[in-house]
């Protein structure tokens, strides 16, 4: 017989401990009896056992299904009954309980006496325990785990990838990805991908610096959208603002100046005189409606026809906070609202496409929502906030509790709709009126599994957008809970610091991130519009990390995170 190699000569259990070990330092009649082991455990069981891997003849292993992958070991004293079924790259080691159904990925490694239950006994009075007929919903592990010793995990349990599992800690409830637990009962700890404290600082010391550089160059950004030689609407003065060189003229791309120059300097673009600001955001308000139509080859279109002409309802935010940060406001209430009896604010609300296009319909709630604003400012209060009340009550009402927003998944897009809708949507209402959202846990569950989502970012995908609709409702969610917090602050100190490499230095944003072979589209190329989105944006993502103090600006207008109107004051004031 050969003689064992290295130090396993010292304890002729080493190996049976050590399994690791074994495939490097075991003789080749250790090897031989190891292969003869593996064969008559799947001759008991069906499965199927990967080279290189170990199980100890001191370890129970007895179950009815079982297969375990390449460069894997099992301990002495481990103990496997069941269906279970490991990747590659997983360790079982000493005195291991892992029964039941237990499925687990690649790179999974079980501490020492830990136990994984896949399996369960019912409790009911009518008998004895040991009389009592089991249950089995069984144990999923995802890859590149580490569970530490002592662990107890119980039956229904699913667990991650690239989840750490403390020592001692009692796994009851589901893990996310990437998660640190520990506990009894396990809690989050924090994500294993959140910066450390050195990495935070680096990201505010990365944002002061894009602070200080955007508000250098903002007025360079501003100046190249200015086309000094386009005739205004009125057919007189000239000068209009484009969202980028080479587009049309746009009241959006004004209000998109005025908010970005408002933003970074606290000052009206240079272009036009703070009155001449407010006389082209003001003119030709249709006073039937209150509605702003579009700007078409440079000029107005006719009237809007009513609230039912959403052409006109982006108008509404855009042109309503660049006056506001001017220190004006709309000439004529939202009479296109002010004048829809309670009824028909009901009818409005159940006839936006919730089912199809989310994104719209929240659209029309948030301009619904800030037309009640500037209707609660200039117009008839009673009418404005008996209104407001009746849109509460439905959105609450209507909110879905799996998720805490309006509309299901779909197929073709996962929860694109539903997260872009629901920013929309509590834009003009929740946030607007500084209310609390309706599930704010599950709002975050949703917008977290939304973010995961490849189809929607990266390269080519990812636009201004999609961005805003995570970071807020995460931003206005976690103002009244702690839910997933780490996860949160992990997700956010990343979005922030891709986020800085995007800016164009003198140029600003795209609105759309450009695919890797370069940009193909207006959206792909910075404007406007997209730089002041980001800007916003990045302000919400650095204040879930904890740093929005060091970019030195806070966002004031559409996208302000103080409320712009208290609600609940004024209808407290009324309460007989």
């Known amino acids: 017989m050969s003689e064992p190699t290295d ?22 009649e250790q090897k031989q009896a190891q292969l003869r082991r593996q064969e008559d455990i799947l001759a008991r069981a069906k499965g199927a056992i990967g080279e290189t891997t170990f199980i100890s ?41 892992v029964r039941g159904t237990v499925t687990c990925g690649d790179g999974v490694r079980i501490g020492a006496h830990t136990s994984i239950l896949g399996f369960n006994h019912s409790t009911a009075p009518d008998r004895r325990i040991y009389l009592q007929p089991g249950t089995e919903i069984g144990i999923r592990i995802g890859e590149d785990v580490w569970i530490g010793s002592n662990v107890v995990i119980v039956d229904g349990v699913n667990i991650g990838s690239h989840a750490v599992i403390g020592a001692g800690s009692v796994v009851t409830s589901d893990v996310p990805d990437w998660a640190i637990v520990a506990g009894n009962p396990a809690r989050l700890i924090r994500d294993r991908r959140a910066p450390r404290k050195a990495a ?25 959208s200015w086309e000094p030689d386009a005739l205004a609407a009125d057919g007189t003065s000239p000068g209009r603002y484009v969202d980028a060189p080479g587009s049309h003229a746009t009241l959006r791309a004004h209000a998109d100046a005025v908010e970005l120059s408002m933003l ?62 001017l220190g004006s406001s709309l000439e004529h209430p939202i009479r296109a609202v002010e004048r829809l009896s309670l009824g028909e604010i009901v009818a409005v609300l159940e006839g936006q496409p919730w089912k199809d296009m989310g994104w719209a319909a929240g659209a029309g709630v948030d301009t619904m929502g800030t037309a009640l604003l500037w209707n609660l400012r200039t117009g008839d209060p009673e009418i404005a906030r008996d209104q407001a009340n009746t849109m ?68 080519g995908r990812t636009t201004a957008c999609n961005a805003l609709d995570i970071a807020h409702p995460l931003w206005i969610a976690a103002k009244q809970t702690s839910h997933r917090k780490a996860e949160v602050t992990a997700l956010a ?26 940009p193909l589209t207006a959206e792909h190329r910075p404007g406007l519009q997209g730089t002041e989105m980001w800007a916003a944006t990045l302000w919400y993502l650095a204040d879930l990390a904890g740093v929005s103090e060091s970019l ?25």
Do not use: K
């Open 7 to 28: 130090d396993t000569a010292r304890d002729p259990l080493a190996l049976d401990y050590n399994g690791w070990l074994f495939w490097q330092h075991s003789t080749p």
């Open 57 to 97: 003849e001191l370890a129970m292993v007895e179950p009815t299904e079982f297969s375990i992958g390449s460069g894997s070991y099992v301990a002495a004293h481990a103990y496997i009954t069941g269906t279970v079924n490991m990747g590659d790259d997983c360790t079982v080691n000493a005195f291991t309980v």
């Open 200 to 224: 935070r600082h680096e990201l505010a010391s990365a944002l002061r610096d894009f602070g200080e550089t955007a508000r250098e160059q903002v007025g360079a950004i501003i100046a190249r």
């Open 264 to 325: 970074l300097t606290a000052e009206a673009p240079e272009q036009l005189t703070r009155e001449q600001h407010i006389a082209r955001l003001r003119e030709n308000q249709d006073p039937a409606t209150g509605l702003t139509p579009l700007l078409v080859d440079g000029r107005h279109a006719g009237p809007p026809t009513g609230y039912d002409d959403g052409s006109a309802h982006y108008h509404v935010l855009s042109l309503g906070y660049a006056l506001d940060l």
């Open 392 to 459: 509460f009550g439905w959105l609450l009402t209507n909110a879905r509790r799996d998720t805490g927003m309006w509309c299901a998944p779909r197929l073709s897009d996962g929860m694109l709709q539903v997260v872009n809708g629901y920013y929309r949507a509590i834009r003009g209402s929740f946030a607007q009126y500084g209310l609390p959202v309706p599930y704010p846990e599950r709002v975050i569950d949703a917008v977290l599994e939304h973010a995961r989502d490849e189809r929607h970012f990266g390269p």
């Open 493 to 518: 100190q990343r979005m922030a610091t891709e986020t800085i490499a995007r800016w164009q230095p003198h140029e600003g944003f795209a609105f759309r991130l450009a695919p890797l072979g370069g």
């Open 552 to 576: 030195g600006y806070r966002p004031a207008g559409v996208h302000r995170p103080e409320p712009a109107f208290d609600l609940s004051e004024m209808n407290g004031s009324r309460r007989p």
